[in-house]
C-alpha cells in the first residue's frame, strides 16, 4: 500500500479520530482468523527505502504460491537477502500467528 492504512484503521477501532495518514510504503500480511479480519505488517529495517517489496514479501509471496523453501529464499535473496537470524524471526511471527496450515517435508 502507498499509505499505512491500517494505522488509521486502528486508531478508528478504538475510537480516536486519527489524522489523515501521510504517504508511506506499507507492507501487509492480511488474513483471516476466526471470521476476524487481521493484519501483520511486513517491516523489515532498511528494507522500506527500496522501491522493490522488503525480503520477507518475497519470501512469504514464495510460499504462499506453494515454492519449497529453498525457492522462497532464492527469491528472498533476489530482493536484497536477509539474514539467517532475520529468517528465523520471520518465521517465529508467521508461525505464531498461525499464517501456515500445515508444512511438509520432501
Same mark, same amino acid.
Given at each position: 500500500? !502507498?499509505?499505512?492504512? *491500517?494505522?488509521? +484503521?486502528? #486508531?478508528?477501532?478504538?475510537?480516536?479520530? @486519527?489524522?489523515? %495518514?501521510? /504517504?508511506?510504503?506499507?507492507?501487509?500480511?492480511?488474513?483471516?482468523?476466526? !471470521?476476524?479480519?487481521? *493484519?501483520?505488517? +511486513?517491516? #523489515?529495517?532498511?528494507?522500506?527505502?527500496? @522501491?522493490?517489496? %522488503?525480503? /520477507?514479501?518475497?519470501?512469504?509471496?514464495?510460499?504462499?504460491?506453494?515454492?519449497?523453501?529453498?525457492?522462497?529464499?532464492?527469491?528472498?535473496?533476489?530482493?536484497?537477502?536477509?539474514? @539467517?537470524?532475520?529468517?528465523?524471526?520471520?518465521?517465529?511471527?508467521?508461525?505464531?500467528?498461525?499464517?501456515?496450515?500445515?508444512?511438509?517435508?520432501?
Amino acid at each position: 500500500m !502507498h499509505y499505512p492504512a *491500517h494505522e488509521y +484503521m486502528q #486508531a478508528v477501532r478504538r475510537d480516536e479520530t @486519527p489524522a489523515v %495518514p501521510r /504517504p508511506r510504503r506499507t507492507n501487509l500480511i492480511v488474513y483471516r482468523r476466526d !471470521h476476524a479480519l487481521l *493484519h501483520l505488517p +511486513m517491516a #523489515a529495517p532498511g528494507f522500506f527505502s527500496s @522501491p522493490s517489496p %522488503p525480503p /520477507p514479501h518475497a519470501l512469504f509471496e514464495a510460499l504462499a504460491q506453494g515454492c519449497t523453501l529453498a525457492e522462497g529464499m532464492e527469491a528472498m535473496q533476489e530482493t536484497g537477502g536477509g539474514s @539467517p537470524k532475520q529468517v528465523f524471526e520471520y518465521f517465529r511471527v508467521w508461525f505464531g500467528e498461525r499464517l501456515f496450515s500445515r508444512v511438509e517435508i520432501q
